[in-house]
């Protein structure tokens, strides 16, 4: 197999710490260059000391990276700072974008929800949104995947197949998640000091969060029509994971038996997304350090409706297993290397 000369940008975060753990053992893919802002100059070791054990490059600014010898590029750069970065990138390069800077097709909502202009809108239009499930033959063919969020991935796992078949009212879905205080980052906020976090659930973003109108974009998509959910997004105290449940009015007729059934087939052949069986609840405990994501079919005791609960690593699935998921077809290589390992548990 060739070895394929790759580069994490923004590799001092927890998205960037978390693809050096699942590529140290990638056949195909050799970290030759890792960058940071404030922390260029230090070693990984220093940085992430779990890591220590590793023999990988020590931290540089971006500038200093020559492009020209590198062959796929994982950009974990903040919300806003990529899109430039990345249009100055060899065309030859294979980009994989774990942030939100290309994840919006149209870049006037960009601008309303990021509060600034697209700065690559030409390169917009190139890049393959890669929910990895609903999305393989364009990404295989891309050169730009812009990643989804963690919130939009365990979201519209359970809801783009229900919208499609049209097995579920698209106008009628409430969806609150759950996540972990590392999808905040690692940058230090007082809002995520142990003593705000610990020992209690904050909601946050009520009725704006950045993950709404990606979201929307994707059931949008689905039905062939402009749809809005109501979406709430909440921090818990624990270090990662997310758990999103859903409340959704079945089509007449639909049963939540039928719900369960259509995802079960839908996923049947995929490696990373099941759909459980009756009275099967997912949890987060049950996806921790996996690529996988569980979906959960239940009636709702409200008639009429029904609940879907779909779990996964906001760090893996969420954010850089999907990554090297979509980065594995991107190069033409089977799509679960690196990514076989069993959860964590307990």
């Not at 940071?36 to 500038?63: E, N, T, W």
């Amino acid at each position: 197999m060739d070895e394929i000369k790759t580069a994490i940008l923004g590799a001092s975060g927890y998205t960037g710490a978390e693809l050096l753990r699942l590529l140290v053992g990638h056949p195909a893919f050799r970290v030759t260059a890792l960058t940071a802002d404030r922390k260029a100059g230090q070693s990984m070791a220093s940085v992430f000391p779990h890591l220590a054990p590793l023999a990988l490059p020590d931290l540089v600014a971006i500038d200093q990276v020559d492009f020209g010898a590198i062959d796929a590029v994982f950009c974990c750069l903040p919300h806003g700072t990529t899109q430039e970065v990345i249009a100055g990138l060899p065309e030859s390069v294979k980009i994989c974008d774990l942030s939100a800077d290309f994840r919006l097709a149209d870049i006037e909502s960009y601008a309303e929800w990021y509060g600034h202009p697209h700065r690559a809108p030409a390169l917009q239009s190139s890049a393959v949104y890669g929910l990895t499930e609903l999305a393989r033959p364009a990404v295989r063919g891309a050169r730009l995947v812009a990643n989804p969020g963690c919130y939009p991935t365990a979201s519209q796992l359970p809801l783009i197949p229900l919208v499609r078949a049209g097995l579920i009212e698209a106008d009628d879905i409430i969806i609150d998640a759950l996540s972990g205080v590392s999808g905040a980052g690692r940058a230090a906020k007082e809002a995520n000091l142990y003593t705000e976090v610990a020992e209690g659930v904050h909601p946050y973003g009520l009725g704006g969060h950045r993950h709404l109108p990606e979201i929307e974009q994707g059931l949008s998509a689905a039905a062939g029509r402009k749809v809005q959910v109501s979406f709430t997004p909440h921090l818990m105290p624990m270090n990662r994971g997310m758990l999103a449940t859903i409340h959704v009015r079945p089509t007449a007729g639909a049963t939540p038996a039928d719900l369960r059934a259509a995802l079960a087939e839908a996923y049947r052949d995929e490696p990373f997304v099941r759909a459980l069986g009756e009275g099967g609840v997912p949890a987060t405990r049950h996806v921790r350090g996996s690529n996988l994501c569980l979906i959960g079919v239940f009636p709702d005791r409200a008639p009429g409706r029904a609940i879907l609960v779909s779990a996964i690593d906001n760090l893996v699935k969420g954010a850089s297993g999907q990554a090297l998921q979509n980065m594995n077809l991107m190069f033409g290589l089977e799509e679960t290397l690196g990514l076989t390992l069993s959860p964590l548990f307990p």
